[in-house]
């Protein structure tokens, strides 16, 4: 290890690096260096640390390499230090190449110098076990104490292309592109390497994540979201690593760049091979599913789709919905082309009367008179022009694919010439397959360079169409605003205890009856079911329910009742109640033994016409946490595996599309003369039981099975409760992957002049609320808070107040002052104030917002100084704000809550900063 360093030398690089660190992003340190120290640099052949030196030298980026070896007096002619802290100049990225156990010393040693960035190469971590989780123990707890970032360690390395960084072991460099490529997988990295530099693909950044130690998928999709010169960002995935971080990340970017997964290990035996590679756990691959869509991330399930992807999204618009119309010269490719389009998940769109008459007038009659549309073997150009110029114009047609193959009428290239211009037609995407070889070539490079993409079989295409319609999709779900739906009181006070109660005894196994007693706290409609412990008993509560009765077991060990013949229905009188009894007691002994026999439950017989059986449960991913499920129920439930999964908390419009995606829907919304289940009630069911897994973290598995749907109404027959073993205490219970509603904030207040408000974070169900409160700002309001005049329809717009309503509580928390209404109306939001976390740093900035009509109210200092108060709970490091010199009665509530004022002539804002940890 080295020696310190003196305190003024450290004290000087420390406020380098610090100043540095304001002006940038904290990764800008690896991407971005000026001085770069590399740690084990040799030149021995073949080896890691000569690569690393040879790229760094061999690619200018603006800065000076500084290599380090205690045995060399210079390697590969440039001078050499003995330790890092012999380096005459501040350091912003150290890449370490030496054997493993040596590696924390090192990294205390970059404390040590200050230390922004440290790349770690060296391999011998935890994919080894314990000896080396004991190693990125050490490191993590260095890093995180001095907020050093690291990336690695057992990875290929980072290039940046553009500024010229290449601190690779790879033999190369990358071309300057548009896209980013983050893999775990360093061989991979080296293959993608050589052939895009083949095929002339360049890149914007090319990452080697290693065991993402400190820096993971979020950070870096964080990063290359904010980079101008990044268009899509493409990730190669063996575990998730930390799933809130990830998914906080891929829902702030996705909607302004494309994130393109392919996800190894969808097979039990490819999931054990990632697992043994990275050291990590890779979860349920349909979980991993569910994640992607709720974040809005594309999978795909090959290298090439994921280049193909990232191609197509950045030339064509995204379709509005899954119909796709085929032109064609030739049948048969265009009936592989539906069968993919179908499999995908993509229509085949049927044309409407207006669209056939207009294709009979330009077709010959032999034409296939629907979708595809087949112009016949003999089509020149102008058939095809005229057919697609048509098929564009039907309402139900969302995209176009065109495919020709090369007969001996048909000349491709005029063919791909007089296609050009159509490259978007009413903004819809249009893909092409021009089908064969050397005659079709000039074709196809006519048809890439006027932006329609082309594919060389045309099922490929129909699958590509398939990702953009599912991209679409997740997207609008993201950012849909939901209805606000039927609010149910929730008792959670009530159902805590419930829980707590029997964790206390010891127990991980709610009875029936405390089952239903969760469900009913949380609104969940319930058949009211009574415990009876002798058949005398049973009779009697029969007599009051009325009959018929179901009788079933009632265990507090047993979880599945009819394994062990546990369940009785349709109990018509006293005596086959008492019958039920003790039959249910036999089978139980006989089965399981008598000591799991404490009795039956009795409830009422339900008996709905139309009904359907149906299943939501919950479960916990090793991965992403608590995980929903919704589907086909009753006692086959594993043999129809009809299911869908989705992450909490859900809402209105989350709830919807989890029912959409199961096979049962369709019967849902009435088929063959039966009547439809309410669609909105059984959503309002799938909320409340999110936000109960959500509020009650000791849950670890929750079955309602079945839950009875049918025209006249919902209720839940039975429910299935485990909880967390009692010893698991409330900081290691599994939290969800998506930070839920922070109803701690939630609390009223009264204003100076009495009126009672209701001050909590803001949810995207108040977009139609903020757009009515924008509407009673005055002029001056709005350029106060941005800094320039914004009309009324760009504050309102959705495309802006999803921004706006649908943030992340991680990194960023909104509240809202929210005044009743008379007569019970939806709440008039009067106020806003936000504190948003500075992506990549600890820092935070606010904004405070307030209708002209509420001013001078004391709301600005009440709203300050509960975001002071989440900034402590949220950990950050200090809460800033810049706001115009005319602002004054702004700048007296930040100095009334602490802030320090910096400002001097000729400045364009005051800035205002208030430290919270003391750094």
């Not at 950070?219 to 063996?238: Q, R, S």
């Not at 020709?404 to 000349?411: A, I, R, V």
């Not at 369940?567 to 002994?589: G, S």
Request: glycine share 8%; with cysteine.
């Amino acid at each position: 290890m080295s020696e310190p360093l003196d305190g003024a030398r450290r004290d000087s690089i420390a406020l380098a690096n610090d100043i540095w660190r304001q002006q940038g992003h904290a990764l800008d340190h690896f991407f971005k260096p000026r001085n770069i120290a590399v740690i084990g640099a040799t030149e021995a052949p073949g080896s890691v640390g000569r690569t690393i030196l040879w790229n760094l030298i061999s690619s200018p980026f603006g800065g000076t390499v500084f290599p380090v070896n205690p045995k060399r007096a210079s390697v590969m002619g440039i001078k050499a230090y003995p330790a890092l802290a012999d380096v005459p100049a501040p350091v912003d990225l150290a890449v370490i190449v030496t054997p493993a156990p040596t590696v924390p010393g090192i990294v205390q040693s970059c404390e040590e110098a200050g230390v922004p960035a440290v790349l770690i190469i060296s391999a011998g971590f935890k994919e080894l076990g314990p000896p080396g989780l004991e190693l990125e123990a050490q490191v993590r707890a260095i890093a995180q104490r001095s907020r050093m970032r690291i990336i690695g360690p057992n990875c290929l390395g980072i290039m940046n292309p553009t500024s010229g960084v290449n601190a690779t072991f790879a033999k190369g460099m990358a071309r300057p592109g548009k896209l980013a490529f983050i893999s775990q997988s360093g061989a991979l990295l080296t293959a993608i390497l050589d052939w895009s530099l083949r095929e002339q693909v360049g890149f914007s950044g090319f990452v080697s994540t290693g065991s993402m130690l400190d820096v993971g998928w979020g950070d870096l999709i964080d990063y290359f979201g904010d980079d101008p010169n990044t268009k899509a960002i493409l990730l190669y995935m063996e575990s998730i690593g930390d799933a809130r971080s990830f998914l906080s990340a891929a829902r702030e970017v996705a909607l302004n760049k494309p994130i393109i997964v392919i996800k190894a290990g969808r097979s039990d035996a490819a999931a054990k091979a990632a697992a043994s590679h990275t050291g990590s756990l890779t979860g349920s691959d349909e979980v991993l599913d569910a994640a992607f869509r709720r974040s809005g991330v594309l999978r795909v399930n090959s290298i090439d789709e994921l280049f193909n992807m990232a191609e197509i999204l950045s030339k064509q618009p995204r379709p509005t919905g899954p119909g796709l119309t085929i032109v064609t010269n030739a049948g048969g490719p265009a009936v592989l082309a539906t069968d993919a389009l179908v499999a995908g998940g993509g229509e085949l769109v049927k044309l409407a009367p207006e669209t056939l008459s207009a294709l009979d007038a330009v077709l010959p009659s032999a034409w296939s008179h629907g979708n595809p549309i087949d112009v016949l073997g003999d089509a020149g150009p102008e058939r095809y022009v005229k057919a697609l110029e048509i098929a564009a114009q039907d309402p139900s047609s969302n995209g176009l694919l065109v495919i020709l193959t090369p007969q001996d009428m048909t000349d491709p290239t005029l063919t791909a010439a007089a296609l050009q211009k159509y490259a978007t037609l009413h903004g819809k995407p249009v893909l092409a397959s021009w089908m064969g070889g050397a005659s079709v070539a000039a074709g196809n490079d006519i048809l890439n360079r006027s932006e329609i993409p082309t594919f060389d079989y045309p099922d490929s295409a129909a699958r590509a169409f398939c990702y953009m319609w599912s991209y679409t999709y997740d997207l609008k779900g993201l950012y849909e605003t939901p209805s606000l739906g039927e609010e149910a009181n929730a008792d959670a006070a009530a159902a805590s205890e419930l829980v707590e109660r029997a964790r206390q005894g010891s127990r991980t196994l709610l009875d029936e009856a405390e089952s239903k007693r969760l469900l009913a706290a949380y609104g969940i409609p319930v058949v009211e079911t009574r415990v009876a412990h002798e058949a005398e008993q049973a009779v009697a509560i029969a007599r009051e329910l009325g009959f018929p009765v179901v009788a079933k077991l009632f265990s507090r060990t047993i979880t599945h009742k009819t394994d062990v013949g546990g369940v009785m229905l349709d109990l018509k009188t006293p005596e086959a109640v008492k019958a039920a009894f003790e039959t249910i007691r036999a089978q139980v002994a006989k089965h399981a033994g008598a000591e799991h026999f404490q009795g039956v439950t009795v409830q009422r017989m339900v008996r709905m016409a139309d009904a359907y059986e149906l299943i939501v449960g919950s479960s916990v991913d090793p991965q992403f946490g608590p995980v929903l499920l919704f589907g086909v129920g009753g006692q086959l439930v594993e043999v129809f595996r009809d299911r869908a999964l989705a992450l909490p908390p859900l809402n209105a419009t989350l709830a919807r599309r989890l029912i959409e995606e199961t096979r049962i829907a369709k019967a849902l919304r009435g088929v063959r003369g039966r009547q439809p289940i309410d669609l909105e009630a059984l959503g309002n069911v799938l909320v409340r039981f999110s936000r109960l897994i959500v509020e009650q973290p000791a849950v670890k598995e929750l079955d309602i099975n079945p839950l009875i749907a049918s025209p006249s109404g919902i209720i839940a027959l039975d429910a299935r409760v485990v909880l967390h073993e009692p010893g698991v205490d409330a900081a290691h219970l599994p939290r969800p992957a998506i930070r839920p509603y922070p109803t701690q904030y939630v609390k009223p207040h009264r204003l100076s002049d009495g009126t009672e408000v209701l001050i909590r974070p803001i949810r995207p169900e108040d977009e139609p609320a903020i757009a009515e409160f924008h509407k009673e700002l005055s002029e001056r309001s709005v350029r106060l808070r941005y800094f320039q005049p914004l009309q009324l329809g760009q504050r309102t717009a959705h495309e802006r107040l999803i921004r706006v309503c649908f943030g992340d509580y991680d990194r960023e928390l909104a509240l809202v002052v929210e005044r009743k209404q008379e007569g019970g109306e939806a709440g008039q939001i009067i106020a806003v104030g936000r504190l948003s976390k500075t992506p990549g740093q600890t820092g935070a900035e606010f904004a405070i917002l307030i209708s002209d009509a509420w001013q001078r109210r004391g709301l600005g200092t009440e709203l300050l100084r509960r975001l002071i108060q989440i900034g402590k709970d949220e950990k950050v490091s200090r809460i800033s704000a810049d706001i115009l010199p005319d602002n004054a009665d702004m700048r007296r509530v930040c100095e009334k809550c602490g802030f320090k004022l910096e400002y001097r002539p000729g400045d364009s804002v005051v800035r205002a900063v208030l430290p919270i940890d003391g750094r």
